[in-house]
């Protein structure tokens, strides 16, 4: 059975950083590819990074603040969050790419002075 539990998440003032962490199990972490969602509060639920074997994408509004990395020994996946904003505010979910996994509970970010 796979699960995703995500942490890490907190208040954070703008500009600052902040590093999140989503341990896995249940499938061959090494063969897969993950993401990272946000989903800030009163909106849908959004892709923000991935991260395959050989690089990592992101989208627009967090390319060149955050970073998508693995650890494959720990089984887990990370979202560095540089240069926070507060629209960077809401819960971060992390899952594997291509497939349905039942989601974890996320973490939340709040951006604010």
């Known amino acids: 059975q796979v699960a995703l539990v995500e942490s890490g998440g907190g208040l954070v003032q703008p500009g600052g950083s902040l590093t999140l962490s989503c341990v896995t199990s249940?499938?061959?972490?090494?063969?897969?590819?993950m993401n990272w969602y946000r989903q800030p509060p009163g909106k849908e639920r959004a892709l923000v990074a991935t991260i395959g074997r050989i690089q990592a994408s992101y989208v627009n509004s967090v390319q060149d603040r955050f970073i998508i990395s693995k650890d494959d020994t720990k089984k887990t996946v990370y979202l560095q969050i540089n240069n926070a904003k507060p629209e960077d505010t809401g819960v971060y979910y992390c899952?594997?790419?291509?497939?349905?996994?039942?989601w974890g509970r996320g973490t939340q970010v709040i951006v604010s002075s």
């Open positions: 899952r594997r790419r291509f497939f349905d996994d039942a």
């Open positions: 249940g499938f061959a972490f090494e063969n897969a590819d």
